[in-house]
């Protein structure tokens, strides 16, 4: 492939992928009520979505890899976790607010980079990124959207992250990352867990083969993602990528303390503990397990956000008293772009706001800072 028809086809560039692969400082007096029959939490958009959904791409949004052990655990793991609440405290303000790379933020919960959006709703990422730009979130722009990355910025109200897929053309790897930060875009998440094709059976039931080939329509895999999948790249490849970027830099897709020190030696801005929505390697421990590990390793040098399995406002919670700055959610506000647009985004996200402003709050926490380890239950 040469380079202009890469850049013409990746991260915004000039067209869609072949085929459409407000601070709060209280707690709200009572969350808004949804219209009649809508979703009360989160969860109950997966249905929703599920049935508007074809059902190739209803599977590639929520697979996982080979038995999707993983993807279940991502869950199970959350639920086991139990709270341990304090009470008789003052909790009639509730604080959520964080500063994050020197970027202020309401509260600690963003949008997860999701691929090819444009199989979901037709308006694509720019729908999403107004919904998020609506609930004051911060939206992650994914290398393989299927809108121009200026174009999703400007909906997100530059409130926008860009995520990285090394290309095996470096020359186009630092063209995507210089128009994420001409676009506005203030951080850069470089996916760093996806060396080989994975294993999805799923995508094998639908008749697809590695390498990706082909049109980009029923669930099937931009041809672009086969270019992604570059084995060579390692951590001398993100020191060359940190020379030349202009925003915090980031690595997605950590699991082992051993490369979260490295990350924080090498003075990385931060660390993104994930397993890829359970999609990558299967038999992986969830994300919240790996989580206090990574938060040792990492020290106070780089700053640990989590990512996978967030579907509650404990979730959060939980995440932050293991030691994560901040949250992504994936599937979770995907559902609510299915299901209503942007006001559907935005509605999963204030909803999960509400619920971590409550479970504050019936824990005693008045801010994040107040959150730790002392709200969990000791384990047996």
């Not at 915004?12 to 009520?33: C, H, M, Y």
């Not at 508007?52 to 999707?68: F, K, N, T």
């Not at 996916?191 to 059976?201: C, E, F, K």
């Amino acid at each position: 492939m040469k380079r202009r028809q890469a850049i013409t086809l990746v991260a915004g560039a000039l067209g869609a992928l072949p085929g459409g692969l407000l601070p709060r400082v209280s707690l709200a007096q009572s969350p808004s009520a949804p219209p009649s029959g809508a979703p009360v939490n989160v969860l109950e958009f997966e249905p929703l979505a599920r049935k508007r959904l074809p059902r190739e791409v209803w599977e590639y949004i929520s697979q996982g890899a080979a038995d999707e052990l993983t993807l279940r655990r991502n869950r199970e793991a959350f639920d086991a976790i139990r709270l341990r609440p304090r009470v008789l405290v003052d909790v009639s303000r509730i604080d959520t607010r964080l500063e994050l790379f020197g970027q202020k933020l309401d509260f600690p919960i963003l949008l997860a980079p999701v691929a090819g959006q444009g199989r979901m709703h037709s308006r694509a990422e720019p729908e999403a990124a107004r919904g998020a730009s609506a609930a004051g979130a911060t939206f992650v722009i994914s290398t393989f959207a299927n809108s121009r990355v200026d174009e999703i910025a400007r909906a997100a109200q530059r409130r926008a992250w860009f995520q990285l897929y090394v290309q095996r053309d470096r020359g186009v790897t630092k063209d995507l990352v210089q128009r994420a930060e001409a676009a506005g875009c203030t951080a850069l998440c470089i996916t760093v867990d996806g060396p080989v094709v994975p294993m999805r059976d799923r995508e094998k039931r639908l008749g697809i083969r590695p390498p990706y080939s082909g049109a980009s329509r029923g669930g099937r895999v931009s041809p672009l993602y086969a270019d992604a999948i570059d084995s060579t790249v390692t951590w001398e490849t993100v020191a060359w990528i940190r020379s030349f970027a202009k925003t915090p830099v980031l690595v997605k897709g950590i699991i082992a303390p051993e490369d979260a020190r490295r990350a924080a030696a090498d003075g990385l801005a931060g660390v993104i503990v994930s397993n890829h929505g359970g999609r990558n390697l299967d038999t992986m421990p969830a994300t919240i397990e790996a989580l206090p590990s990574i938060v040792e390793a990492a020290g106070n040098r780089t700053a640990v956000l989590l990512d996978g399995g967030v579907r509650r406002g404990t979730d959060v919670l939980k995440a932050i008293a293991l030691g994560a700055r901040a949250v992504l959610i994936g599937r979770p506000y995907i559902w609510g772009l299915v299901v209503d647009g942007a006001t559907g985004v935005q509605r999963v996200v204030d909803i999960l706001r509400d619920e971590l402003e409550t479970a504050m709050g019936l824990c005693g926490a008045t801010s994040l800072d107040k959150i730790s380890r002392q709200l969990l239950w000791p384990e047996r």
